[in-house]
């Protein structure tokens, strides 16, 4: 789980080093992994139904030797604080759970096209 003191670094990165507004929506990318492919599209109506657009799935580069899953990512424009953000991080822990995934593996964030 991402801490609140990682999400301040991250939130005091953004305002240092982009121009980006806070207080306006950014997209937010989210990501989830699993074992197979088909429990991540199992979940994509249900996190459509809250919101989330699909934007990928896909098989990361993995070193050789390492076992080969899968990656879900999903974006939803947004305004967060750093609160806010921690709550929905362990919303997404407790749905990756819920659903058998392997994992809730974080988020990204970029300006709105």
């Not at 801490?3 to 991250?10: S, V, Y």
């Not at 989330?52 to 305004?79: N, R």
């Amino acid at each position: 789980m991402i801490t609140l003191d990682q999400l301040e670094e991250l939130f005091a990165s953004i305002r240092d080093n982009t121009d980006w507004d806070l207080s306006a929506p950014l997209l937010w990318g989210y990501f989830f992994t699993a074992d197979q492919d088909e429990q991540l599209t199992d979940v994509i109506p249900l996190l459509e139904a809250q919101g989330y657009a699909f934007v990928d799935l896909f098989i990361p580069q993995l070193e050789a030797g390492k076992q080969e899953y899968f990656v879900l990512h999903m974006e939803k424009a947004e305004v967060h604080t750093t609160a806010s953000l921690f709550a929905r991080n362990a919303e997404l822990v407790d749905f990756a759970a819920q659903h058998g995934l392997r994992s809730y593996d974080g988020m990204d964030v970029g300006p709105l096209a």
